[in-house]
């Protein structure tokens, strides 16, 4: 058996070291072991647009604001997908996602920052059921099934055990997530087209918020890119919204909001805005549907 080949006892096993050793060193080698030991076949995304949001007290003045965290953060700051000093672009598809993933409270501001994608780049899936990737990529559970027997049982506890990680909705779990980004974000994609495919490719694991949305038809996606793919304009912001939270029901992941400003265009690295009348809700609320049914970003 090949070295990505690994039975499911041998992955049972690695999983039970990184979690109970206190060696980083010892951890890091667990983390290679799982990743080497799981594909992590990439497929390119179409979609065109990506979103973030961060809680601000005034509108940002400065792009960098809601582009990736600067180094005097990132510094003391350990991720999801971030080891401590070490930065990446944290996005999601969606708008309403992304400001549930910052769990605003009722009269908080949240700056939701919209960025075209402008280079078509590779997703890496982790954590995701193979039904969940044949919705995303038909290809990819396709070229699990051509691997061997052993294979599909091993890929599929490997990613269950990621998701618990990766979904986890405190920080305890931040030490052996952003482990797997890290040599996730190393390892090179198994099919590189271009010399810039490295940079050219996100982590795709599943939003914090996948069990709380209602009548989802499964997880909704984030994104973690490099800090050089954003650098290189993979993405670049176009847009960004202040948004009020007007209301919070927690129980039915509810956020009401409105939008009280929005950018009219970026100079210099500066955010230029215009106030919006009050009660303009040009993005919406969460109302309980179908996740088409609330307002898109105009």
Not at 107 to 135: C, R, T
Request: aromatic share 10%; glycine share 4%.
């Amino acid at each position: 058996m090949s070295k990505k080949e690994m039975k499911k006892t041998e992955a049972r096993s690695w999983i039970n070291k990184i979690q109970q050793s206190q060696s980083e060193e010892y951890r890091q080698l667990c983390a290679k072991k799982l990743v080497s030991a799981t594909s992590h076949l990439a497929f390119r995304y179409t979609q065109n647009t990506a979103f973030r949001a961060c809680i601000v007290d005034t509108p940002p003045l400065e792009v960098s604001r809601v582009s990736y965290p600067p180094t005097d953060i990132v510094q003391t700051s350990l991720g999801r997908c971030n080891r401590a000093g070490s930065a990446v672009f944290y996005c999601t598809p969606q708008p309403y996602v992304a400001i549930l993933e910052v769990r605003p409270q009722k009269g908080d501001l949240v700056a939701v920052s919209q960025w075209d994608i402008k280079i078509p780049f590779a997703a890496k899936p982790i954590g995701y059921s193979n039904e969940e990737l044949m919705i995303r990529d038909r290809g990819i559970p396709e070229r699990i099934a051509r691997r061997q027997a052993a294979y599909t049982p091993t890929f599929s506890y490997i990613n269950n055990q990621f998701r618990k990680w990766f979904t986890c909705t405190s920080d305890e779990k931040y030490h052996l997530s952003s482990l797997i980004s890290e040599e996730m974000m190393r390892e090179n994609l198994s099919t590189p087209r271009t010399p810039d495919d490295h940079d050219r490719f996100a982590i795709m694991y599943p939003s914090i918020c996948f069990d709380k949305i209602p009548n989802s038809i499964g997880p909704q996606d984030n994104f973690a890119f490099s800090t050089k793919a954003v650098d290189d304009g993979v993405l670049e912001l176009s847009r960004v919204y202040m948004v009020h939270i007007t209301n919070v029901i927690e129980q039915f992941s509810i956020i009401e909001y409105e939008t009280v400003a929005r950018s009219i265009g970026m100079q210099n690295g500066k955010i230029i805005w215009m106030q919006i009348k009050q009660g303009d809700k040009t993005l919406g609320y969460w109302n309980g549907g179908n996740l088409n049914s609330y307002s898109k970003l105009k």
